[in-house]
């Protein structure tokens, strides 16, 4: 009874859909931080690989 009035905007708070957005996006945002986490390892590791010197 309180989404529906939520979501017809007879009552303060969060409707369904801003929420289902905003679980949506606090995912989108996990996966590129996980995404940048893996980008940064791998810069790291290839510029020690470009500083090594040839044998």
Do not use: C
Not at 28 to 40: H, S
């Amino acid at each position: 009874m309180k989404r529906a009035e939520t979501d017809e905007s007879l009552r303060p708070g969060t409707t369904s859909s801003d929420a289902a957005r905003i679980a949506e996006l606090e995912h989108a945002n996990r996966e590129l931080k996980r995404a940048n986490a893996i980008l940064k390892s791998a810069s790291a590791f290839f510029a020690a690989e470009l500083d090594r010197p040839l044998d």
